[in-house]
């Protein structure tokens, strides 16, 4: 009996390794099935500040795996306080995040100073410090402060993922930020341009400027686009306004 199965082994598994071939993956490793804990929502936000005024603008496309999630996206801007705003790109779940931590963090600081709201660097301050101590596995967002400042002017500040900041008068995020800058560097900061001075534009140059900017863009990049809202904040206020774009 025992030999008779030891004969029936020999002959079936030598059939079977005969018939078998080996597949490996291409590459010599596998390609499929890549997680990762981030991914890009798409879309661009950009801000100008100026001489009693800032202009916080973001598109209302919201994409995924190039796919259109909804065009009536309005996470992009988020406002802190009646003078300070704040716009990301990146990972919505991520900013939606975000903006709930420094959503709390002011509410506790009025709590704390008897009702007084935190300035616009105050801010910037805050989320430089809430990013970089998040920097083992930061938030993917890449963030602007913009917001009048202590004196009626407006201020903006760029970040990148850790939180490294500097006070600027423009900035731009997001997947079209690299079509809307450089016209900034040019029409703003005068920085290619040989002896001349930056450009002090008015609150109505700057947003004709950022109009330019965004519809330009909507034609080069596919994931701005559908509109984009711009909230204008001055010593008086913070007033709206939206321009359609390509829907396509």
């Given at each position: 009996m025992i030999e008779d199965h030891c004969e029936y082994q020999k002959r079936y598994y030598s059939k079977k390794l005969e018939n078998s071939t080996l597949t490996l993956p291409r590459g010599g490793r596998k390609q499929d099935n890549e997680w990762s804990p981030y991914t890009d929502n798409g879309g661009t936000a950009a801000a100008i500040s100026g001489k009693g005024y800032v202009i916080i603008a973001g598109d209302t496309r919201l994409n995924g795996d190039f796919c259109i999630n909804t065009r009536h996206d309005e996470s992009k801007l988020f406002q802190l306080t009646p003078k300070t705003f704040l716009a990301s790109g990146g990972m919505q779940a991520d900013r939606l995040q975000?903006?709930?931590?420094?959503?709390?963090?002011?509410?506790?600081?009025?709590y704390n100073n008897g009702g007084q709201t935190p300035s616009?660097?105050?801010?910037?301050?805050?989320?430089?410090?809430?990013l970089y101590r998040r920097r083992?596995?930061?938030?993917?967002?890449?963030?602007?402060i913009g917001g009048i400042d202590?004196?009626?002017?407006?201020?903006?500040y760029s970040y990148d993922a850790v939180g490294c900041?500097?006070?600027?008068?423009?900035?731009?995020?997001?997947?079209?930020?690299?079509?809307?800058?450089?016209?900034?560097?040019?029409?703003?900061?005068?920085?290619n341009m040989v002896s001349q001075a930056p450009a002090e534009l008015t609150k109505e140059e700057a947003l004709v400027m950022?109009?330019?900017?965004?519809?330009?863009?909507?034609?080069?990049?596919?994931?701005?686009?559908?509109?984009?809202?711009?909230?204008?904040?001055?010593r008086?206020?913070?007033?709206?306004?939206?321009?359609p774009l390509r829907k396509d």
């Open positions: 975000l903006q709930q931590v420094l959503k709390y963090q002011v509410e506790w600081y009025k616009t660097p105050a801010i910037a301050q805050l989320l430089s410090t809430v083992s596995f930061p938030y993917y967002t890449f963030n602007i202590e004196h009626g002017n407006g201020v903006c900041t500097e006070p600027l008068n423009y900035g731009t995020t997001g997947t079209a930020s690299s079509f809307i800058e450089p016209l900034m560097d040019c029409l703003i900061r005068r920085s950022l109009k330019n900017a965004f519809t330009g863009a909507a034609e080069r990049d596919i994931f701005t686009g559908d509109a984009v809202r711009f909230y204008i904040l001055t008086d206020g913070c007033t709206t306004e939206v321009l």
